[in-house]
């Protein structure tokens, strides 16, 4: 199934997150040398289970529509404001946003999957 989000970019400091902004809602720390290829996300409260919605902190998740560069599997390690619904947060550096074109904004109509758990295959047992 997927579900029809609003995406943005953010970066940790004080004015965009709380006032641990290395920490996520998850209890993980946000490495220092962060960029948009880290791949992590903070998705609205209505996304996440804790709250009735679809999504647990730690799956991952299909992000398309938003850019070239910033479209792909990412997984969930934060939580929006509660006036956030259906979006999502997609962690980049502020370095990136000040250089590269299209990497800060508001995009609409993006989509979002849960992307598929890695199984194990079974073993299948036979007598010798």
Aim: proline letters at 5%.
């Amino acid at each position: 199934m997927s579900y029809t989000v609003t995406a943005t970019t953010y970066w940790p400091e004080v004015g965009q997150t709380d006032a641990d902004p290395m920490e996520t809602a998850d209890g993980s720390r946000i490495p220092k040398r962060h960029s948009s290829k880290t791949r992590w996300l903070a998705v609205s409260r209505d996304l996440l289970s804790k709250w009735g919605g679809p999504f647990h902190y730690g799956e991952k998740v299909q992000v398309r529509g938003i850019s070239d560069a910033l479209d792909g599997v990412y997984i969930i390690h934060d939580t929006m404001n509660r006036r956030h619904r259906h979006c999502v947060d997609v962690l980049v550096s502020e370095r990136e946003c000040k250089k590269k074109s299209g990497f800060e904004g508001r995009w609409s109509g993006i989509k979002l999957t849960k992307y598929p758990s890695e199984t194990t295959p079974e073993l299948s047992w036979q007598a010798s």
